[in-house]
């Protein structure tokens, strides 16, 4: 069936008798045998999600380029919730004719998706003039996968009887826009902007089911930022599991931004940082003044001050 077909609501062929006890006010968690769809999960959050989504009694689905992982997430998930509830679909999401085919399977196996979540990503480094091969992997895989993703899944999705969510992987790299990788940067700040505008768009669907949330990692200890097989974690990191259930219990309250604190950075210093940075545009400060000789003191000062005003 092409997507173009899909122009009434469908009855739900997972309709739940009953719901889990943990089923939030909003989003579309724990319905009980619910499908859950993860791109990235082969490794980090994603198969800290599909983990922690199958705890819940939700079906599995993981697509990730990286099949020896897409093997070893199954085996933990099909322990969890059985071999029969959890598919591993090898996808590139850079590749529209993959992601169809992801969509396909999900559909054709399940009939409905109540979680899709966009967590492929790549860190390479690209910058501003410089590295324009790894400018073209970053932003196919980090924006195009998720372009890709939500052109596929969700003219299907806003018919669907239950409720839906969907969750793209953002960063707050994409908000505050450190130096060093402006590729990445760049990215994720695409990825905010995207979100955003899904969550618009839907809200003003008639009928749609479909809520959109913008997952913004703290500091996780994964491949994508230096974890290597029996590496320690640092003490300022967090697991990708606790950067999970931190997200679950926000979904649970029906938020959109999911800003993610870690050990090192808490909640209060994230939003300072995030204000500070939409400081410069409205204040007229030379770009990045977080980091510009003139500026950093100042900026230091406004969030010793901002803290000692919570205090």
């Given at each position: 069936m092409s997507l173009s077909t899909h122009n009434s609501r469908r009855p739900s062929p997972?309709?739940?008798?009953?719901f889990d006890p943990i089923t939030p006010v909003n989003g579309a968690l724990a319905?009980?045998?619910?499908?859950?769809?993860?791109?990235g999960g082969a490794s980090g959050i994603g198969a800290a999600a599909a983990v922690e989504l199958a705890k819940?009694?939700?079906?599995?689905?993981?697509a990730d380029v990286n099949v020896a992982g897409l093997k070893k997430v199954a085996k933990e998930v099909a322990q969890i919730i059985g071999e029969n509830n959890v598919l591993a679909v090898p996808t590139d999401v850079s590749k529209l004719e993959d992601?169809?085919?992801l969509k396909d399977k999900v559909y054709e196996t399940w009939g409905e998706v109540g979680i899709l979540m966009n967590n492929a990503g790549i860190g390479n480094k690209g910058t501003s003039w410089g590295g324009l091969d790894e400018w073209h992997k970053v932003i196919d895989v980090n924006l195009f996968g998720i372009v890709n993703?939500?052109?596929?899944?969700?003219?299907?999705?806003?018919h669907q009887e239950n409720p839906a969510a969907i969750i793209n992987t953002g960063s707050k790299q994409g908000i505050t826009n450190p130096p060093g990788n402006a590729a990445y940067n760049a990215s994720k700040a695409a990825v905010k902007s995207l979100t955003?505008?899904?969550?618009?768009?839907?809200?003003?669907?008639?009928?749609?089911n479909v809520t959109a949330h913008l997952l913004i990692p703290g500091w996780v200890w994964t491949g994508l930022t230096g974890q290597t097989d029996g590496g320690e974690k640092p003490p300022g990191a967090w697991t990708a599991q606790e950067t999970v259930l931190y997200m679950i219990d926000k979904l649970r309250e029906g938020k959109f931004y999911i800003v993610c604190p870690d050990n090192e950075t808490k909640k209060e210093v994230?939003?300072?940082?995030?204000?500070?940075?939409?400081?410069?545009?409205?204040?007229?400060?030379p770009a990045l003044s977080r980091w510009h000789k003139d500026y950093k003191a100042l900026f230091e000062e406004y969030v010793k001050e901002g803290l000692a005003q919570l205090d």
């Open positions: 997972l309709r739940p008798t009953s319905y009980e045998g619910q499908v859950a769809v993860i791109t819940l009694g939700m079906k599995i689905v993981i992601v169809v085919r993703v939500q052109q596929t899944f969700v003219p299907a999705m806003i955003e505008g899904l969550a618009h768009e839907l809200r003003n669907t008639p009928h749609a994230d939003q300072l940082r995030i204000l500070w940075a939409a400081g410069d545009v409205a204040e007229g400060r």
